[in-house]
């Protein structure tokens, strides 16, 4: 899937992220940007997060823009989970 | 060498000297004398009315016979406000002396602007309690060949009197001084409260500069520096920046994280067995330590209970119990905000320390030897309760010792409270990266997740159990913390140090290694 419109979730504060997502041309494939205050710690999984997620909505000609202060897991996932549905207009309820 | 903590320290350090590890906290103490001579003060003479008044800051320096290797201290009162230790650095450099050493009682972010000295070797050496931002990074990385000295409010004392920090020139700012160099500052448009710590630069530096935006006529009262030892007095428009300097009071934090700490912590002191009349407290400036002072008060009215002293860096908050009748007095070896520097000025029960007397170890007994409780904080704290205030995740140098092991050392109960983990970093860890308290003068530790007791402390530990306070076991508490947050991974350090963290009897507690730039 490709998103639809330009879209964001999380925050700067302390111990959350932010993802900013945006569409891009057709056959662009994927431009990821990502840097975190722990990088050095946690680099490696929030990467992983970041593509395994991206991997099972099917995600293509995207700019992603990740910038993290220390979230744990579940704060990444549910950030990124909310980025993607808005940006593919999927958003329900409070979303 | 091994010291007590199984930390690896040199035994020798090419621009410090010979090392002696740390043996313990009192090892050095119990014998009831030190070996370490009290080097002499200088001896300088004056003529009567001879005027000591410059009319630049650059003239006083030029008459303080500034030279190569030379040794130049500065206090840190006016804390992130201060404008005085890059000036004299500025001066020094356009002279092209080179080779300083810099002794300031500490160093903050404002100092940023000295770092080109670093590298152009115009500094060479530093001692200080602590070290922050740019200055923090670029020493962890390596910019100086030798490495820096991290000492304790009270452990700098014992280094300039013992001779270890030979000072050629001190340069004290005031908010207001007279023309023989009476200062202090507990008042003027650039009130910083206490200047306590500058009092042992006085006392022994070769030159001593006083530099205010205040001449007042003589004599300028109190004498917190007094004209003895003073060379030279120079007026300056500005002593630093007064919104960075000190502002109004100091608001107690509205974080729901660090209120929980604090109530937690205050249960831990009122169950404890030292809440008691005539109890002497102390409590840092920051987030939870000053949020505990709050429920403090309240269970001190509450059971009617009235202390003997606050002792430390004084802030608002200490200034309204000690005229809420809730304590006696406060010792001020450092004020934190405007309001502080009113009541030092006006209250006689609010009195101004010197260093020396606040927690130098090297004599008859400092006021921290007489602390009940005391509360801190820590950027990291390990499974035997060593702290580290100095080194922080990402492996800069970025904190200070301050009075931390002075106080720690002290207290009947050394409280310390911080979150679990700050931003994902796990702040219990199985081995702290650098000691700056040892671990056998902190009794309890206090996160949101619960409250562990040092095993020395068996009474304690029982008093706090019986109080139905939820007690975990450190190691259970850390494993809890790491599941939550993932185990980080580790940061990468060289061989070389950079850092060596001084205990406050002058033993090698700890040493900082060169962090590998990450890529």
């Keep these: 899937m490709k998103p639809k419109i330009a879209a964001q979730s999380g925050t700067f504060e302390s111990s959350d992220v932010i993802f900013l997502i945006e569409p891009l041309p057709d056959n662009s494939g994927r431009k990821l940007e990502i840097s975190s205050t722990v990088m050095q710690q946690y680099g490696e999984s929030f990467n992983r997060i970041i593509v395994e997620m991206l991997d099972s909505w099917q995600m293509t000609d995207i700019h992603l823009i990740a910038k993290d202060k220390g979230a744990l897991e579940p704060t990444i996932k549910a950030r990124l989970e909310t980025a993607i549905k808005r940006s593919l207009e999927q958003q329900e309820g409070t979303l | ?519």
């Design chain 2, 1 to 519: 060498m091994l010291n007590s903590l199984g930390r690896e320290i040199p035994e020798y350090i090419e621009g410090i000297g010979k090392l002696e590890p740390f043996q313990g906290a009192l090892a050095k103490l119990r014998k009831g004398w030190m070996d370490e001579p009290t080097i002499p003060a200088p001896n300088r003479a004056y003529l009567p009315h001879q005027s000591k008044v410059c009319k630049s800051l650059e003239e006083a320096i030029i008459r303080s016979n500034p030279h190569n290797g030379m040794t130049v201290s500065f206090h840190h009162h006016l804390r992130n406000g201060d404008i005085l230790l890059v000036q004299t650095l500025n001066i020094l450099h356009n002279m092209g002396i080179r080779e300083i050493t810099l002794a300031s009682s500490s160093l903050n972010e404002c100092h940023d602007p000295i770092l080109p000295y670093l590298i152009d070797g115009t500094v060479t050496r530093i001692f200080s309690s602590g070290i922050r931002n740019q200055l923090g990074r670029a020493i962890a990385l390596g910019v100086l060949e030798t490495p820096v000295v991290i000492h304790s409010h009270g452990g700098r004392v014992r280094s300039i009197h013992t001779g270890k920090i030979k000072i050629d020139l001190a340069v004290i700012p005031a908010s207001a001084a007279d023309c023989e160099g009476n200062a202090t500052g507990s008042h003027g448009k650039s009130a910083f409260g206490s200047i306590g710590y500058a009092v042992i630069d006085a006392r022994y530096a070769k030159e001593v500069i006083v530099v205010t935006d205040n001449l007042v006529d003589y004599p300028c009262i109190p004498l917190s520096i007094s004209q003895n030892f003073i060379d030279h007095v120079v007026v300056v428009d500005s002593i630093g920046d007064a919104s960075k300097i000190a502002t109004g009071t100091t608001r107690i934090t509205k974080s729901p994280m660090d209120l929980r700490i604090a109530k937690l912590a205050a249960d831990v002191i009122e169950h404890s067995g030292f809440f008691l009349p005539g109890f002497a407290f102390q409590v840092g400036a920051g987030g939870a330590s000053l949020a505990v002072a709050k429920f403090i008060r309240e269970k001190m009215r509450d059971k009617g209970i009235k202390g003997s002293f606050m002792l430390g860096g004084i802030t608002s908050y200490c200034v309204d119990m000690l005229n809420d009748g809730l304590f006696e007095t406060l010792f001020d070896v450092q004020s934190f905000d405007a309001v502080v520097s009113n009541s030092l000025l006006n209250n006689r029960r609010h009195i101004e320390i010197p260093a020396a007397l606040y927690a130098n170890p090297f004599n008859c007994g400092c006021i921290t030897n007489k602390i009940d409780v005391v509360v801190l904080g820590a950027l990291e704290i390990d499974v035997d309760f060593n702290v580290n205030v100095i080194t922080g995740s990402e492996g800069y140098i970025r904190g200070a010792s301050g009075g931390h092991s002075d106080t720690a050392s002290g207290a009947k109960l050394t409280v310390v409270v911080c979150p679990s983990f700050r931003g994902r970093i796990p702040i219990i860890k199985k081995r702290v990266h650098t000691i700056v308290t040892p671990g056998e003068t902190v009794h309890v530790l206090v996160t949101e997740r619960g409250i562990c007791v040092n095993p020395l402390y068996k009474e304690l530990e029982e008093n706090l159990r019986r109080a139905g306070l939820n007690i975990k076991e450190i190691h259970d508490l850390e494993i809890e913390v790491d599941t939550i947050t993932g185990i980080p991974g580790p940061l990468e350090y060289t061989d070389k140090i950079v850092g060596i963290v001084e205990y406050r009897d002058g033993t090698i507690i700890d040493v900082i290694h060169q962090l590998k730039e990450r890529v």
